[in-house]
């Protein structure tokens, strides 16, 4: 379950155009999105992403390619009989309704009978913890609770994909952490396909089956959460999704299915053809290495296989669980950083002191 | 001191500005037929002999079905160009609109110098509905300006959830735009009346034989004995249009509380 999904595609996506009179907002998408799947748009304001969203809302036409939709050609549908939701980034709640009234609006045109529809709404507002606040002014609510009382109204009705845009920016850091885990919660519980458009990696790598990483119209690498922080196919993918060092390298030559690489600070390394999303051409090219796959030697300490460097501490940022190092490696222009989980026995250096790191070709990438 | 002299400086304002208005009622009730102190004595003759006169009756109907149209086809006509100008753009919008806004700045007069030559070469005859029409003009900006404001802080998504719900256009606009404007609608409604109740020159050059309040008025200037009837009138004029500005903010202001947003201007 990477970059093609095992599941049923709810959503099709056939080379997906969009312009604004010059302005190419979206150049060709394609991808298919599963049957009950948490899928993430991620990119950069800007990027298209939340375009994307509304097009398959309804909200925007495409120029060129084709949107299905459970099987179904969305052209020329408007959103209201499409059988997506959305979970608008202002929650867009209803000011001059409670918030049953908000959550049954999409009953409104059901056959349901009155009790029915007050059923429904009451397990609706159950569902995202609401289940006293019927009765509220919508205005009186807090950010956590408007965006529960938008889930609800969005998911009363059903849908076969429930689109969320930005729902969690509006939020402080810590609702936002705790929205997360229940979005994940709720998206478990009623099987519907979410798809996400956030512009922040984390939430989507936390929240997410697979990501749709976009750049100026286009997806750049769609893969699960996993595969994306450990093989980044590009180097702007790389610098997107969380930090990573970028070290200068030499592609020796390929042997045996192995690239042999010397690189700057580190040493020679041999890499699997994984681990080279663009090609191993002998010559200049750069390694990626992520902050946590650097690890510093204590005292006594050795690398396995040797695999030492030396520099000096640059910088140091304590983060009470973690501790950031910019390491200076000898012979090698700009620093690294370095994390380290702060524990017993490992006590945090000082700026300026000599440190000792081990280093691991496994978590390495090569971008020629 | 320098608080003080501020404060001076706003009280001899508002006298120089409200003194005039505040002779209105004080000859309106005295029952000298001079307008000039000493004031005689307390009397309600002229707001009897108000009355007792069936040309400013029909006067004061003329202005009140002129007011009560200008304001309904201005909030319409603003209604729809506010939400044009709040929720689309389009080739020209800034200047279209600017040509929409421009009646505000525009002197009445020239208005109404170019309303009667338009209705003299049509070979109409002016009346009524030709004063409707010149209102019409002059409140529209009014009305845009109001329901600008009502728009620009309705969050566009709403009308968009109401869409994704499964409503249509239509029942989106019934159920969530209107009421959500609703108050811009009654202030403009107000505000656009009022401005026509008290709108003199385009009603005088277009009115032909059936004189508006204000144009009414001025007719009775000429009589000497009449002022202080005319007093009377004008002071009854002025207590109703401060309170329909007052209502129109006050329906403005509850529409904000409702919605729960902050105060972001309005006229009062």
Redesign the interface.
């Known amino acids: 379950m990477s970059q093609t999904s095992t599941r049923t595609p709810i959503v099709t996506l056939t080379g997906v155009q969009k312009y604004y009179g010059d302005y190419h907002a979206l150049r060709g998408i394609t991808a298919n999105i599963g049957q009950g799947e948490f899928f993430s748009l991620l990119g950069p304001s800007g990027c298209g992403k939340t375009t994307l969203l509304r097009a398959i809302a309804g909200f925007e036409d495409i120029s060129e390619g084709q949107i299905l939709l459970d099987g179904k050609d969305m052209e020329g549908v408007a959103p209201n009989r499409r059988p997506t939701n959305m979970v608008f980034q202002s929650y867009a709640i209803f000011p001059h309704m409670s918030v049953a009234e908000n959550v049954g609006f999409g009953l409104r045109k059901s056959s349901m009978s009155v009790a029915e529809k007050r059923a429904a709404v009451g397990q609706a507002l159950e569902m995202v913890g609401l289940g006293k606040f019927g009765t509220r002014a919508a205005h009186a609510l807090s950010g956590g609770q408007r965006q529960r009382v938008a889930l609800a109204r969005a998911l009363i009705l059903k849908p076969k994909v429930l689109l969320l845009d930005e729902p969690l920016s509006a939020l402080d850091k810590k609702m936002r952490e705790v929205m997360q885990v229940e979005l994940i919660k709720l998206q478990r519980e009623v099987g519907i396909t979410f798809i996400l458009v956030t512009h922040d990696q984390e939430e989507a790598l936390v929240m997410s089956d697979r990501i749709a990483v976009m750049f100026e119209g286009e997806i750049a690498q769609l893969d699960d959460p996993e595969t994306l922080y450990r093989r980044p196919k590009s180097r702007r993918v790389a610098e997107f999704i969380g930090m990573m060092n970028f070290l200068p390298a030499t592609v020796k030559g390929e042997a045996g299915g192995r690239v042999g690489v010397e690189v700057q600070g580190l040493g020679p390394a041999e890499l699997e053809a994984a681990q080279c999303p663009s090609g191993a051409k002998p010559g200049t090219a750069e390694i990626g290495v992520r902050p946590e796959s650097l690890t510093l030697l204590y005292d006594g300490q050795t690398a396995e296989g040797g695999r030492e460097a030396s520099g000096t501490v640059r910088e140091v940022v304590y983060y009470g669980d973690m501790t950031y190092y910019d390491i200076l490696l000898d012979g090698t222009p700009a620093p690294v950083r370095v994390s380290m989980r702060n524990m017993p026995g490992r006590k945090v250096l000082d700026f300026g002191a000599r440190a000792r790191l081990a280093w691991d070709p496994r978590a390495m990438v090569l971008f020629s | 001191m320098k608080l003080n002299a501020l404060a001076v400086f706003t009280v001899l304002y508002l006298l120089v500005l409200y003194a005039p208005i505040a002779l209105l009622p004080l000859f309106a009730f005295n029952s000298g037929t001079i307008i000039a102190f000493p004031l005689q004595g307390f009397t309600l003759e002229w707001f009897a002999a108000l009355l007792n006169t069936p040309a400013l009756h029909e006067a004061t109907l003329n202005s009140l079905i002129i007011a009560i149209s200008t304001a309904v086809f201005s909030t319409i006509l603003g209604l729809f160009a506010a939400r044009a100008a709040t929720r689309y753009g389009f080739p020209g919008k800034g200047g279209i609109v600017g040509f929409i806004m421009l009646p505000l700045v525009l002197p009445e007069v020239i208005v109404a110098i170019s309303l009667l030559i338009v209705l003299m070469q049509l070979g109409l005859n002016s009346g009524t509905w030709s004063i409707i029409a010149g209102h019409t003009l002059i409140c529209t900006p009014f009305a845009i300006a109001i329901l600008q404001g009502s728009f620009s802080n309705m969050?566009k998504?709403?009308e968009?959830?109401?869409?994704?719900?499964?409503?249509?256009p239509w029942s989106t606009f019934r159920l969530?735009t209107l009421?959500?404007v609703s108050p811009g609608i009654i202030a403009s409604l107000l505000i656009c009346f009022t401005i026509s109740l008290d709108e003199f020159i385009i009603a005088f050059f277009l009115s032909g034989n059936e004189p508006t309040l204000p144009v009414y008025l001025w007719g009775q200037l000429r009589f000497p004995a009449r002022l202080p009837v005319v007093m009377a009138l004008g002071t009854i004029l002025v207590l109703l249009s401060v309170a329909l500005l007052i209502i129109a903010e006050t329906f403005r202001r509850r529409g904000l509380k409702?919605?729960?947003l902050k105060d972001t201007g309005g006229f009062l």
């Open positions: 969050d998504s709403l968009e959830a109401a869409i994704d719900l499964g409503e249509t969530i009421p959500l409702r919605v729960g």
